[in-house]
């Protein structure tokens, strides 16, 4: 096969058209699957960085070097031999710039569909997600998140909902569908004193034969084999910050990489193997807030979870790994041309040191400004931003900082002037790391990927392209 044809068929993604099964690309997909060869993948392992700009991946990278000597788990992929990297064209659609829905629903079912939407295509029709198709082939099915597990990327695999915020009906649809494992947050969507419909799903699930675990503890002591539900909060699942600092939310809820690692450890009982998502959901999150404390950490929990899936697959020749986000979010970057950074009000030392500070950062801003209300002093500002940061806040800084508190920030950007955003491009001053929105963005992501199928990889691929990719590697049968 010509690398002119390869090209085509992954560049291919027209709205709301399914790559693989497009009729001018039957034949490429068969030529495709030939020059693959035999390989056929048993498990799939899928990993997103939800909101991961590419500063954001940068910056972890050298957080690592700088703190620990030591690089990141995904950049480490690339000195294997075998590993495939593209660039990713997220758009959805019904726009250049996606949201998380529509981004997983064009990995789950090979669509693109418009933003809000769980596998439906736009002319109304629902589409088969992976995790449907595997279940029917007989193989394990999993999704991990530290969102609330029925959250738009943990659904794009599994469910079909027009529109995202139905998220009591796809708690109802993992339980219809026989989802093996789900591990993450939203509890509120299975407690029947939450749900509108009052329906028992804690209950539903354990008469299905499910393992109904709700702390750490609890997700420990679990016994090994079958199907298994954890949530660990109503909502989302902490910033991993927040719960580093928190010794009662370590003692309750699992990190992502152990969340992970149970996972993997029950579905590789499946005698046909498994697909399992993994999802870094508060990366995007702190994207959202400008909150380079929330973003960093988190992006290193996921680090370590991508660690754990290369463990697993480490001198196996069965399963597909692949990396990536499913669009960026605010475009963070350290900005500094090598030399010391300056603010009004001194100097803060050479760019380097942005890490040295944010690693003796211990609350998020989330948590700084939740202590905070438009009353607040500026003795009481200025402690608050301490405790969270240890860094101390010039005067100027701590007005500015009350003005957004009660409103009166502006800006001309006026997304800029909500007291959380105000708050972290306040922090910029002593980190230097700046942020060109609050929003997603059109960016294409980056893409990683290793064992059997991940040859189909190279190039700038349509992100509606990776579902072919696993169900030719799986060798899973898929709806016309």
């Keep these: 096969m010509s690398s002119v044809s390869r090209r085509n068929f992954l560049r ?79 758009a959805s659609a019904n726009s250049p710039v996606t949201d998380s829905a529509a981004a997983s629903s064009a990995w789950g079912c090979g669509h693109k569909v418009k933003n809000g939407a769980i596998n439906f295509a736009p002319d109304g ?84 034969g499910y393992a109904v675990v709700r702390d750490a503890a609890a997700l420990r002591a679990a016994s090994a084999g079958g199907r298994l539900l954890g949530t660990f909060d109503d909502g989302h699942l902490p910033f991993a910050l927040d719960h580093r ?120 801003n989330v948590w700084t400004l939740a202590g905070l209300g438009p009353d607040s002093s500026a003795a009481q500002v200025r402690e608050r931003v301490h405790t969270a940061t240890a860094l101390d806040f010039d005067d100027d800084e701590i007005e500015m900082l009350r003005h957004a508190l009660r409103k009166e920030h502006r800006e001309g950007y006026r997304v800029r002037n909500a007291p959380l955003v105000a708050y972290g491009q306040i922090l910029a001053n002593h980190t230097s790391v700046g942020w060109t929105g609050t929003q997603h963005t059109t960016d294409y992501t980056e893409l990683a990927a290793f064992g059997p199928g991940s040859e189909a990889i190279g190039g700038v691929v349509q992100n509606n392209a990776l579902f072919g990719v696993m169900t030719r590697a799986l060798g899973l049968p898929v709806p016309a």
């Design 245 to 364: 600092a928190d010794p009662a939310l370590r003692a309750t809820v699992p990190t992502l990489a152990e969340m992970t690692q149970v996972a993997l450890a029950r579905l590789a009982a499946h005698e046909r193997g498994f697909v399992l998502q993994i999802e870094g959901a508060r990366v995007d999150h702190a994207a959202h807030a400008n909150d380079i404390g929330g973003l960093l950490f988190d992006q290193l929990a996921f680090d370590d979870a991508v660690g754990v899936a290369a463990a697993f697959a480490a001198g196996r020749d069965d399963t597909l790994v692949i990396v990536t986000s499913d669009h960026g979010n605010a475009n963070p970057g350290l900005n500094g041309a090598g030399g010391s950074f300056t603010s009004r009000g001194g100097s803060y030392g050479d760019t380097q040191e942005c890490f040295d500070r944010v690693a003796r950062f211990s609350q998020t």
């Design 125 to 208: 029709r629902p589409r088969t997600p992976i995790l449907r198709l595997a279940r029917a082939a007989g193989k394990g099915t999993g999704l991990v998140t530290t969102a609330t597990i029925t959250h738009a990327t943990p659904a794009g695999f599994a469910a079909q909902v027009e529109a995202r915020a139905d998220e009591g009906i796809i708690a109802a649809q993992y339980l219809e569908v026989g989802v093996d494992v789900l591990l993450g947050g939203g509890a509120r969507f299975f407690d029947p004193a939450q749900r509108a419909d009052q329906r028992d799903l804690f209950a539903d699930y354990a008469r299905a």
């Design 12 to 90: 291919t993604g027209l709205a709301g058209g399914a790559v693989l099964l497009a009729p001018g690309l039957r034949a490429q997909s068969t030529e495709l699957a030939a020059s693959a060869g035999a390989r056929r993948a048993r498990n799939v392992i899928f990993l997103v960085s939800d909101g991961m700009s590419l500063g954001t991946l940068t910056m972890a990278e050298r957080h690592l070097r700088r703190q620990e000597g030591r690089g990141t788990h995904w950049l480490g992929l690339y000195d294997r031999p075998d590993l495939r990297r593209a660039l990713m064209d997220t």
